[in-house]
C-alpha cells in the first residue's frame, strides 16, 4: 500500500531553497538526518499527462486564493516570473526559487483529489 509521496528539489542553493519552504512557506519539519529537513507537504495529487515529446516532470503548489498567495509571497521578497493567467483548468503563476528555479503555483478550477 502506498502511504505517501516523496518528493526531492535538487538545487546548488539547497539552503536557501530550504530556508524559502521554511521561513516564507513555513512548512513543519523534521530533521531528515545530518541537519537536513524534510518537510510536511500540505495534502497531495498526482495526475499524469499525455505528450509527444519526452516525458518530464513538474511541481506545483495549489491554494485557494492565489491573489492572496502571491501579495503574501511579495511581502516577504519573493517574485513570480509571471502574471497571473486563466488556464481554463485554474489560475496559475511561477514561483521564483532563491535558486533561481522556478515552480508553479496555482488556485485550481477543477475538483482536486484531495477534495474527498
Known amino acids: 500500500m502506498i502511504t505517501g509521496i516523496h518528493a526531492i528539489l535538487f538545487s546548488k542553493a539547497a539552503e536557501r531553497v ?14 531528515g538526518g545530518g541537519g ?9 495529487e498526482l495526475a499524469v499527462h499525455p505528450t509527444d515529446e519526452k516525458g518530464r516532470h513538474e511541481l506545483f503548489l495549489t491554494c485557494d486564493d ?3 498567495m502571491v501579495d503574501k509571497l511579495k511581502s516577504k521578497g519573493i517574485e513570480c516570473s509571471q502574471p497571473i493567467t486563466d488556464q481554463g483548468w485554474g489560475l496559475l503563476t511561477r ?5 533561481g528555479e522556478e515552480i ?13
Do not use: M, W
Request: hydrophobic share 45%; aromatic share 12%; proline share 14%.
Open 18 to 31: 530550504r530556508a524559502f519552504f521554511d521561513d516564507v512557506l513555513e512548512l513543519k519539519s523534521v530533521d
Open 36 to 44: 537536513r529537513p524534510i518537510f510536511a507537504a500540505p495534502p497531495a
Open 66 to 68: 492565489i491573489q492572496a
Open 95 to 99: 514561483v521564483k526559487l532563491p535558486d
Open 104 to 116: 508553479g503555483l496555482y488556485q485550481p478550477k477543477h475538483p482536486t483529489a484531495f477534495d474527498r
